[in-house]
């Protein structure tokens, strides 16, 4: 059984930073691209950001020069450190993961809980 623990979430001011990690763990055979996504109340769930497992990265427009996403391939661990946060960054964030199992011959998305993070003005 797979699964993505997400943490690190909580409330900043503008301006500050917080740094969220996502550990896979289980019967992992491989893991592909990891990432973040987030989503605000009323709002659709949207990319933030996404790592290959060779490192290659993208970011949603909004972010771009504030968070970076790095990973650790032998700890099967995704980061997203976030700075210089505004209060529209707001939003459950969700660590996404495409990872095959050692019980799957397919590589299958797997979602972690969430973690809020609430930034005020």
């Known amino acids: 059984q797979v699964r993505l623990v997400d943490s690190g979430g909580g409330s900043v001011q503008a301006g500050g930073f917080l740094r969220l990690s996502c550990v896979a763990s289980g019967s992992i055979f491989s893991i592909n691209d990891m990432g973040w996504y987030r989503q605000a109340p009323g709002k659709q769930r949207e990319l933030v950001a996404r790592?290959?497992?060779?490192?290659?990265?993208n970011y949603a427009d909004s972010v771009k020069g504030r968070f970076t996403v790095s990973r650790d391939n032998a700890e099967n661990t995704v980061y997203l450190q976030m700075n210089s946060l505004k209060p529209e960054d707001t939003a459950a964030y969700l660590c996404?993961?495409?990872?095959?199992?050692?019980?799957?011959?397919?590589?299958?998305?797997?979602w972690g809980k969430g973690t809020l993070v609430t930034v005020s003005s």
């Open positions: 996404n993961a495409a990872i095959r199992a050692t019980s799957d011959y397919v590589t299958k998305n797997y």
């Open positions: 790592i290959t497992r060779g490192g290659s990265t």
